[in-house]
């Protein structure tokens, strides 16, 4: 597959590159109300800066790290400190980044320039570009935060769990089909919310070497989720399980689904 042997070489060409200091937007700070410790820093990946949220359990940690991804359009914000909170409390280190041109990363003139061009119905060559910016630049980011937490943290990166929406999936795969880091995959949401002009997710998942996946539908029975849960466990190296989501409109994800994801971590990332 093209985009993956470009960005590999990519990978290698950053490989080269020593890891540049980080600089520190938040000293890491205690929280003892909700018993976690914040750490913020500002990366470096291929000329761009990469801001990085890492928390940590204060106590009772058990040493796993779950990076949580975000929907295209999104980026982390006070709906989603509940999910952070909820993972804490049972132990696992949280870890999160903004996509290219998302979040902090905003920019006012291509940002939504890209968001149209992944939703687009006819070719736009400017706009293909922008999306194949915000995948291979992904990739590239979460490698490098990765490494940087390796480097300065005593968490085990060998292994990690990443927690995602459907629809950012192809960014999320295109990691794991190159990062041998990426064990266990999370995800949640309609897969019909997927961008058009993304990558083909089934492919890239077919050349991951993920050890189990699980896919939260908000309606497993449905016709189109049962095809693409048959789809995945035709093509993923791994395990893959199918349940329903818990999902409100107030919360992102609620408790039941937060648990879930916990005890499916904690099982296939031991």
């Known amino acids: 597959m093209r985009i993956i042997e470009e960005t590999r070489g990519l990978i290698h060409a950053a490989s080269r590159v020593p890891l540049s200091p980080a600089v520190t937007l938040a000293p890491s700070s205690p929280d003892p109300d909700h018993g976690l410790i914040e750490t913020r820093v500002e990366l470096t990946s291929r000329g761009d800066r990469v801001p990085w949220t890492l928390w940590q359990p204060q106590k009772n940690a058990n040493n796993r790290l779950v990076v949580l991804q975000f929907g295209l359009g999104e980026h982390i914000d006070s709906r989603h400190r509940a999910t952070v909170r909820q993972l804490i409390d049972r132990g696992f280190s949280v870890a999160t980044l903004d996509w290219p041109l998302h979040g902090t990363r905003h920019s006012p003139k291509l940002s939504a320039r890209l968001l149209k061009a992944i939703d687009a119905t006819e070719d736009d060559p400017n706009g293909a570009g922008l999306v194949r910016y915000l995948v291979q630049q992904s990739a590239l980011d979460l490698g490098r935060a990765l490494d940087w937490t390796a480097a300065q943290t005593p968490l085990s990166t060998d292994r990690i769990a990443l927690w995602g929406p459907v629809e950012a999936t192809p960014l999320i795969a295109l990691f794991a089909a190159l990062d041998p880091r990426a064990s266990v995959l999370a995800l949640h949401g309609d897969p019909s919310a997927e961008g058009g002009r993304l990558p083909d997710a089934f492919e890239l998942l077919a ?12 309606n497993p029975t449905a016709p189109s989720s049962k095809a693409w849960s048959k789809a995945l466990r035709r093509i993923c190296p791994g395990d893959v399980y199918t349940e329903a989501q818990e999902e409100s409109p107030a919360e992102p994800l609620e408790r039941a689904s937060a648990n879930r994801v916990c005890e499916f971590v904690n ?4």
Do not use: F, G, V
Not at 207 to 218: E, K, N
Not at 267 to 270: G, P
């Open 267 to 270: 099982k296939n990332l031991a």
């Open 207 to 218: 050349r991951s070497t993920l050890d189990a996946m699980l896919w939260l539908a908000p």
